[in-house]
T-cell receptor, first 115, second 109 residues
Framework: GAGVSQTPSNKVTEKGKYVELRCDPI?????LYWYRQSLGQGPEFLIY????????DSGLPNDRFFAVRPEGSVSTLKIQRTERGDSAVYLC?????????????FGPGTRLTVL | GIQVEQSPPDLILQEGANSTLRCNFS?????LQWFHQNPWGQLINLFY?????KQNGRLSATTVATERYSLLYISSSQTTDSGVYFC???????????WGAGTKLIIKP
């Protein structure tokens, strides 16, 4: 079956622009997570959705970052007024449930470069 | 929250060698996963192993939850095993996986 997919695979933008990153979770997975990975580091949590609602957005760095999952499947991470420090690989993961024991599966990531 | 430490940070081996990677966590976890991040950045699930031992081909993993550590064993290394190996854990008090800094493995032909 299909895994987690993310589009675009690469995004280059200019400082101050708005970007949207898309995640398609594994079909039937109710939980969806966004992480961000900088070079040479492990991923850092951004936000967790259970169904349509954001159950934990404590990892979003500031109010320029926002994410939605309107129908409980596809999610979009939105970044306003991008800054050079936002450059990173943005990873999406999904799990069958949001429970603590659920295994998370990751997409290939979107590499964001802010010039 | 929990903290995850991985060792060694870097490992360089000849093809055919065996290796052991370690993951220590500061508090109890109920979800422990091992991943391989290949040179293209894709995170590949290796093991979901909150406790016990699992094997998959040349790879095996053991988690001793009561002592808060997990080990990943790679036998008869191949050049395609190169990459960064991460462990990540999750506790009851949060939804996110907490990650170690990774072990960068280089297998030389």
């Amino acid at each position: 079956g299909a895994g987690v997919s993310q589009t675009p695979s690469n995004k280059v933008t200019e400082k101050g622009k708005y970007v949207e990153l898309r995640c398609d979770p594994i079909s039937g997975h109710t939980a969806l997570y966004w992480y961000r990975q900088s070079l040479g580091q492990g991923p850092e949590f951004l936000i967790y959705f259970q169904g349509t609602g954001a159950a934990d957005d404590s990892g979003l760095p500031n109010d320029r970052f926002f994410a939605v999952r309107p129908e409980g499947s596809v999610s979009t991470l939105k970044i306003q007024r991008t800054e050079r420090g936002d450059s990173a690989v943005y990873l999406c993961a999904s799990s069958s449930t949001g429970g603590a024991y659920a295994e998370q599966f990751f997409g290939p990531g979107t590499r964001l470069t802010v010039l | 929250g929990i903290q995850v430490e991985q060792s060694p940070p870097d490992l360089i081996l000849q093809e055919g060698a065996n290796s052991t990677l370690r993951c220590n966590f500061s508090d109890s976890v109920n979800n422990l996963q091992w991943f391989h991040q290949n040179p293209w950045g894709q995170l590949i699930n290796l093991f979901y192993i909150p406790s016990g031992t699992k094997q998959n081909g040349r790879l095996s993993a053991t988690t001793v939850a009561t002592e808060r550590y997990s080990l990943l064993y790679i036998s008869s290394s191949q050049t395609t095993d190169s990459g960064v190996y991460f462990c990540a854990g999750r506790s009851d008090s949060n939804y996110q996986l907490i990650w170690g800094a990774g072990t960068k493995l280089i297998i030389k032909p």
